[in-house]
């Protein structure tokens, strides 16, 4: 059994990380996001800011000079990541080291499919606005015009999810048909059909309503209805009704601190 001993770090100024909309207080957190998100920062993340952060708030001044020559020198920018997860040794050797792999896996893909990825890292941490320009950019490069429909279709799913997700309901429509268009999958319909339940002056245009039978309307809908009905129960419904049983007072005040916290979420998805 071997033990990691956490340092004790007092951090004046948590150095915010742009791309997944969060602000980390220590090096653990910081080798955390290095480690589990390589593709956010595998690209322009390691500059003079991040090394200043690290050599004054983590007080780890030789690593942060360390870092300085190898940028300086011209080296491999992956390597000095993985340096600092060294470093740091919160993570085994193999641990870093298969991390090196899947860096170099990262690397040799297709820029669009690379780029493709990063979109779908921002995706899933919530990120949208992120997510669409990745997504955007990927549909204005010329190389996309060459890729296999079915990756342009897939880029199309993701941009529609992202718009949902905002509710830009208009664009997901507009997106998802497009990506209906490119692969003629089912599971996509059936997100366009969604959205004209969410938003009645959305409608399936004339040319889907013959791939759509009555049995998937039915199971549709049921699963529509699913899904409102998991809402209501979602902790933020809960924390709603819990806000409202309280006295008129408290009720505002807590009102507006919800509605400042929702603000926040929404910037950082935007």
Not at 83 to 97: A, Q
Not at 184 to 197: C, E, F, N, P, S
Request: proline share 3%; aromatic share 12%.
């Amino acid at each position: 059994m071997s033990v990691i001993f956490c340092r004790r770090e007092q951090v004046s100024h948590p150095y915010f990380i742009e791309s997944l909309g969060v602000h980390v207080y220590t090096s653990q957190e910081l080798c955390y996001v290095i480690y589990h998100y390589p593709l956010l920062a595998m690209d322009d993340f390691v500059n003079q800011n991040l090394i200043d952060f690290i050599r004054k708030e983590l007080d780890m001044g030789f690593t942060a000079l360390k870092m300085e020559r190898r940028i300086k020198a011209g080296e491999n920018g992956d390597e000095t990541l993985l340096l600092f997860l060294k470093e740091c040794g919160y993570y085994t050797s193999g641990e870093i080291n298969g991390l090196r792999q899947k860096i170099s896996g990262f690397r040799k893909l297709p820029p669009l499919e690379y780029a493709k990825r990063k979109a779908d890292y921002l995706f899933e941490y919530k990120q949208y606005g992120k997510a669409m320009a990745f997504y955007i950019g990927i549909l204005e490069d010329i190389r996309y015009t060459r890729m296999d429909p079915k990756f342009q279709g897939r880029i199309w799913n993701n941009l529609g999810a992202c718009y949902a997700r905002v509710f830009q309901l208009g664009k997901a429509m507009e997106a998802y048909e497009q990506a209906y268009e490119k692969t003629g999958d089912q599971a996509v319909l059936k997100r366009i059909y969604h959205l004209t339940k969410l938003n009645p002056r959305l409608s399936l245009k004339e040319e889907y309503q013959a791939s759509v039978t009555q049995e998937d309307r039915e199971a549709w809908e049921a699963d529509f209805l699913k899904a409102g009905e998991e809402a209501k129960e979602a902790p933020e419904q809960e924390k709603l009704r819990e806000l409202f049983a309280r006295d008129p007072i408290r009720r505002m005040e807590e009102a507006c601190r919800m509605v400042e916290g929702w603000k926040q979420e929404y910037r950082g998805m935007a």
